[in-house]
């Protein structure tokens, strides 16, 4: 399986070099929530989806007309 799909890109990874919005916030978001919700420290996470947020971010400041998924 790993020869198989060694050359397999992720979406989000897709998303990011098409400068799209990815679905950081449902994943990612959705257990930052949880991890708060039930006082569970999850500071890779939050620092992932910093970092991607960050990245998305940069998409609007060069005036990119993207659609929003919210």
Do not use: C
Not at 4 to 17: C, F, G, H, K
Not at 23 to 37: H, M, P, Q
Not at 52 to 61: A, L, V
């Amino acid at each position: 399986v790993i020869e198989s799909t060694a050359e397999n890109i992720s979406s989000m990874l897709q998303d990011v070099r098409a400068q799209r919005h990815t679905e950081i916030d449902y994943i990612t978001g959705f257990l930052l929530n949880r991890a708060r919700a039930h006082g569970v420290a999850v500071p890779e996470n939050a620092r992932l989806f910093e970092l991607i947020k960050r990245k998305e971010n940069e998409y609007e400041r060069v005036g990119t007309d993207l659609p929003r998924p919210w």
